[in-house]
């Protein structure tokens, strides 16, 4: 007979009078043991690295409460054959809690806990650095245990780790598409779900994994994340807003498990809340295991003295868990997997040379701490607009931000190119321009005229009588900014997929004011790391395609934007 479901939420006790990260999680009387079962095994794991490597993580000094809780009610919550009430879960909570640290652990004891044959249990991450991470935590907690080590083949030239009795692989993944390609999981667990919800295409990614567990009798699929530093966007958001109708109570059939470790967001634009170290608990339930208060009293000092503001923003997301750029009074321009939808693989620069009828450029100079953006559009026969794009960035500026900006994926792209010569964007940039000019289809480039007089001049110098008209910025753009939404949903603008420009659009807000609008960072700082340069130029383009007055046959003029 089917268990009948019959949801655990929404919780007793309501967000605010809570006083317990306990209260946080539903409690479970564990009638048939497999929660009893699962903890036992992952409580007998060591841990491997920091002051308590050597420990196992149900020593008494060393459990976590809310992650005992967890477990047991996850696991518990179940028939007598161990099928799980819920298939889905999504713990949320802020950094330093013990989340990546958990995810390896977790896998190894859920793959002796739950034996299958041949199995295949994928940990997914955002980056190949951060998976191998991961795999390097997971394989060393197996070396450290006699007992386990000779129950697992730990294979370091494919990293992955097979259990000898069943088969089963725990892999650990980079999310990409060719790491996806025939994966058919029993089990996927996701690390920091908002950096995973930045890369292309990962709600398709993702769903193609999932979708490989419908053969799966038990199937259990586990989201671990903090906030995103700017707004929330693509699967993050999604499961996010999820969570919260769950807890609601208003999906009292969706077997979906929510844990929400944040401060309450009624509070979010309440300084003497969120600030006030008594409530810290809410979104910090190891405060005291894994991070201390002295520790995160500090960093918050220093956070609020630093005259980088974005220093503060990114200390509420990280540590408070608050979603700041959903604090602040924007909206978002195009959900990534909008425009994920308009990739055209054969897209480069020769090609549009070759197959375009028109040319038409955009370019955003940046400092030496921010990217200069190029696109070259090209409009073919079918009226299609085709985008190539490529940024640049002084090593300086590579070094400052590349601890919280994935650069290096965007060079191994080809889409960046970093350089320690100075000026080395405005010469390739203005090599480019001399390119486009003499395939005698350029009809028009857009350029922000910031920074722009060495390389107005080169063009002059290179072009002689070359014609330049200003376009209006801010929120004057509204029309072309409108044209360019519109040309993207209708199919109209294709792109190549190409990584840094996807971050770029992630990163584009609209500020509202009126009936017109304005592109913005999401969390409104000009000084923030979320750039928005390669937007900034396709509007830029979009606006010259959208004027009759610029064609070929003029020949070649450079509008302001």
């Known amino acids: ?64 409460p809310w992650q005992e809780k967890f477990i047991r009610s996850l696991f518990g919550l179940c ?27 977790l896998a190894v004891a ?15 991450s955002g980056s190949i650095k951060q998976a191998s991470i991961i795999f390097d935590a997971t394989a060393e907690s197996i070396r450290a245990d006699k007992s386990l080590s000779t129950k697992f083949l730990i294979r370091d030239y494919k990293k992955d780790i097979i259990n000898v009795a ?55 699929l586990l989201h ?32 979906f498990f929510p844990t929400l470790y944040e401060m309450p967001p009624e509070h979010w634009d309440d300084d003497d809340y969120i600030f006030n170290e008594d409530n810290w608990w809410r979104c910090s339930p190891s405060l005291g295991f894994t991070v201390s208060r002295k520790w995160l009293s500090e960093a ?50 020769d090609y549009i040379v070759d197959n375009s009828t028109e040319i038409y450029m955009g370019v955003d100079l940046g400092s030496r701490d921010d990217p200069s953006a190029l696109v070259i559009a090209g409009i073919m026969k079918d009226e299609k607009i085709y985008i190539w794009s490529q940024q640049y960035l002084h090593h300086d500026g590579y070094m400052k931000r590349r601890e919280v900006v994935d ?31 003499n395939t005698g289809k350029l009809a028009g480039i857009a350029i922000d005229p910031m920074g722009l007089k060495k390389f107005v001049t080169d063009l002059e110098d290179l072009h002689p009588g070359i014609v330049f008209i200003g376009i209006p910025q801010g929120y004057k753009m509204t029309p072309a900014i409108l044209a360019t939404e519109r040309k993207i949903y209708s199919g109209e603008l294709w792109h190549q997929g190409l990584p840094m420009l ?18 913005v960072k999401p969390d409104g700082i000009q000084t923030s790391p979320n750039k928005i340069d390669g937007v900034i130029c396709i509007v830029g383009v979009v606006a010259l395609t959208e004027d009759p007055e610029i064609t070929v046959n003029k020949g070649a003029e450079i509008f302001f934007i």
């Open 79 to 105: 028939d007598k054959d161990g099928v799980r009430d819920y298939t889905e879960a999504f713990l949320y909570c802020s950094k330093k809690q013990g989340k990546s640290s958990y995810a390896g652990p």
């Open 502 to 519: 996807s971050w770029n659009i992630a990163n584009t807000s609209l500020r509202q004011h009126g009936e017109a609008v304005a592109l």
């Open 407 to 437: 650069y290096d994926r965007f060079i191994e792209s080809g889409e960046l190119i970093v350089s320690h010569e100075e000026s080395f964007d405005i010469e390739l940039m203005s090599d480019k321009v001399t390119q486009m000019f």
């Open 1 to 64: 007979m089917t268990r009948e479901f019959i949801s655990a939420f929404p919780l007793p006790v309501p967000e605010l009078e809570r006083t317990d990260p306990l209260q946080y999680i539903p409690d479970c009387d564990d009638e048939f043991g497999y929660g009893e079962r699962m903890w036992r095994i992952f409580s007998m794991l060591k841990i491997t690295q920091g002051v308590k490597a050597g420990k196992r993580f149900g020593d008494k000094d060393v459990a976590i």
């Open 110 to 124: 859920y793959c002796l806990a739950y034996p299958v044959t041949r199995g295949h249990i994928v940990i997914v």
């Open 300 to 349: 918050c000092q220093t956070a609020k003295l630093d005259a980088d503001p974005t220093s503060l923003l990114n200390f509420k997301a990280q540590h408070l868990n608050i979603i700041v750029g959903d604090t602040l009074n924007t909206e978002k321009f195009l959900p990534v997997e909008v425009w994920d939808r308009f990739v055209e693989p054969k897209i480069s620069l």
């Open 224 to 255: 671990t994340t903090t906030s995103p530093l700017n707004v929330s966007k693509g699967v993050f958001s999604s499961l996010y807003a999820r969570a919260k109708r769950v807890l609601a109570g208003e999906a009292p059939h969706d077997r």
């Open 166 to 220: 069943t088969g089963t692989k725990i892999q650990i993944l980079a999310l990409a598409p060719e790491s996806c390609v025939g994966v058919i999981p029993t089990a996927v667990l996701v690390d920091e779900t908002h950096v995973v919800a930045s890369k292309t295409g990962a709600k398709q990614l993702l769903e193609q994994l999932v979708s490989g567990m419908a053969t799966t009798d038990n199937p259990f």
